[in-house]
């Protein structure tokens, strides 16, 4: 995962999977179990034990009848924000 403010002059964060809690995934479309998402801010905060998160706006399924495009899931990023646990975070994937 990435999370730059600067790239080549462009701000630039990474594309994620998030493992979606077993109680939770039912809640969403998902691809077994994953959800996407692009990391916009890591943060601490400082309780105790500390929490770290990730601020994500998500990806959804561009298509509801055709999910997949050659095998890959076929996504858009919306307008929908969560901090999410970083320990959730799958591993980094490349969407373009």
Request: with cysteine; aromatic share 16%.
């Amino acid at each position: 995962m990435r999370a730059t403010n600067r790239y080549h002059n462009k701000v630039w964060f990474s594309d994620i999977a998030i493992s979606m809690d077993s109680e939770e995934s039912n809640d969403y479309i998902s691809d077994k179990g994953l959800c996407y998402g692009q990391a916009l801010l890591l943060a601490e905060v400082l309780t105790d034990p500390p929490l770290n998160l990730a601020l994500i706006q998500w990806y959804d399924f561009k298509s509801k009848r055709n999910a997949y495009l050659y095998g890959c899931p076929h996504l858009k990023l919306i307008e929908l924000y969560n901090f999410v646990a970083i320990e959730s975070i799958r591993w980094s994937f490349d969407l373009f």
